[in-house]
């Protein structure tokens, strides 16, 4: 995976900063974007969901209730979209 990180131009050939003020507003004007379904980018980490029961206490309706919540969870901190 790969993305363009949007950057301010040089305006030297030969002097990458005029000085170390210069370099770090460089620095800090590098900005990634977020990531879409379509476009690479910085994604977000989803919440923790409890674990799916497994054994005896395992049923469709628990894992689904798990996977719900897993879905949610991802949709809340923008890795999946809501719609």
């Given at each position: 995976m790969s993305?363009n ?6 305006t ?12 770090n ?15 690479d980018g910085v994604?977000?980490q989803?919440?923790?969901?409890t ?17 719900n ?6 949709e ?8």
């Amino acid at each position: 995976m790969s993305v363009n990180v949007a950057h301010t131009d040089f305006t030297d050939a030969t002097t990458l900063f005029a000085d170390l003020a210069a370099a770090n507003a460089m620095l800090d004007g590098l900005t990634v974007p977020d990531a879409t379904t379509s476009t690479d980018g910085v994604v977000k980490q989803g919440a923790h969901v409890t674990d799916a029961p497994t054994g005896g206490s395992a049923s469709a309706s628990n894992n689904a209730t798990t996977i719900n919540a897993l879905i949610a969870s991802l949709e809340t901190a923008g890795v999946l979209a809501t719609s």
